[in-house]
């Protein structure tokens, strides 16, 4: 098989953005990206967006990319996976290359939500959820559906709000180191604990915003100091009733799992991560289904301060998606990007020990798609 490695890098501040149209965002990002490259011919190009076509009626952005950008008339796609489109389109980009298909793919992610009302933002996000099922009539929303699991947590195990409040505090002050990230003000556990409840007990804090934003990454057969060393994806339950386990994401533990084995490698190997934090308590059970911490047992590592930047087990060095920012299609690009300067070592909140392999986990919905990267220093 074809190995893959990556060349360029590329994204966008992320944050609101009235005067800035989306493929603004996009052809930032990939700019850079294919300059840090070395501009290379590229072969296909893949995006990840999620609503660009419900809220800001814009679709084709593949072709838009490759137009814009002079690539000539190449294959291209976009690639909607939810929250996980970005995670999903970087795999696409990586099984053209591992098949012999491509030698150099473009891959980036996309989203522009500020404009919109967030009564629209949210319907669109919705679409995200089976909306043709008991429980979404019933009003199950998402921060409904992770206040549930934080709240059955919380009775299974000794965590409170105040170890979900930790989380969100050290995505804070991690995203307070990078430039790049949308909330940068310094917040206290305090502030946080009593911030304005979205739904019991999740807070302002404990869910991830509304988010303008882009990032890109070229792939390449061609050797480079960051390799590919696995990709892996997982589905998922869609409704709550068909969970075996309240306090399990089949999706994320299956495509950790596979990721692992494909790698040859285990969470004891892994040397910083990137998780999909679209709500503190989604941070808590990822870090235990990825198993580097036991299960009902990730509260106690939080609380011990191991996932943070000076912890054993670094977990969102770039202020995740609570701090850092969710422009749904640009996500799991923009953990590959942080997680690439991780392994350069150039990146905010650089973590000691020269990292050798890194962790992105992108998460779709409630639990319907999972996507799992390991990134090796080589």
Request: charged share 20%.
């Amino acid at each position: 098989m074809t190995n893959v490695y990556v060349h360029g890098v590329g994204m966008t501040q992320f944050g609101t953005f009235v005067d800035r149209t989306m493929k603004d965002l996009l052809l930032e990002a990939c700019i850079q990206a294919l300059n840090e490259a070395g501009n290379p011919k590229v072969d296909a190009v893949y995006v990840g967006n999620f609503m660009g076509g419900s809220i800001y009626n814009q679709e084709i952005l593949g072709a838009i990319v490759a137009n814009e950008l002079g690539l000539g008339f190449i294959p291209t796609a976009k690639v909607e996976g939810a929250c996980a489109s970005g995670g999903i389109a970087v795999r696409q980009g990586v099984l053209g290359i591992q098949s012999g298909e491509y030698e150099t793919v473009l891959v980036a992610g996309v989203e522009k939500m500020k404009h919109a009302s967030t009564a629209d933002v949210t319907q669109a996000i919705n679409a995200a959820m089976d909306n043709d099922s008991n429980e979404k009539r019933a009003g199950l929303t998402f921060p409904g559906f992770f206040g549930v699991l934080a709240n059955r947590y919380f009775y299974e195990t000794g965590a409170s709000k105040k170890h979900l409040a930790m989380v969100a505090l050290k995505n804070r002050e991690n995203a307070m180191q990078n430039p790049l990230a949308q909330f940068r003000k310094p917040a206290t556990l305090e502030e946080i604990m009593e911030a304005r409840m979205i739904t019991n007990p999740l807070g302002l804090f404990d869910c991830s915003p509304m988010t303008d934003g882009a990032a890109a990454v070229v792939l390449s057969s061609k050797k480079s100091p960051v390799h590919v060393r696995s990709s892996a994806q997982s589905s998922g339950p869609t409704q709550m009733q068909d969970a075996d386990d309240l306090l399990s994401i089949p999706a994320i533990k299956e495509s950790g799992r596979l990721a692992y084995e494909k790698a040859g490698v285990g969470p004891e190997d892994i040397d910083v991560v990137e998780i999909h934090d679209c709500f503190s308590m989604t941070e808590m059970l990822a870090i235990e289904e990825l198993g580097f911490f036991a299960k009902r047992e990730g509260w106690k590592a939080i609380e011990e301060g191991r996932t943070k930047v000076t912890g054993d087990k670094p977990v969102n060095t770039s202020g995740g998606l609570l701090s850092r920012g969710h422009p749904i299609g640009a996500t799991g690009i923009s953990q590959i990007y942080q997680l690439v300067h991780q392994l350069r070592g150039t990146a905010p909140n650089q973590v000691e020990g020269n990292p050798r392999l890194a962790l992105a986990q992108n998460l779709g919905g409630t639990g319907s798609y999972s996507v799992v990267h390991i990134l090796e220093r080589v």
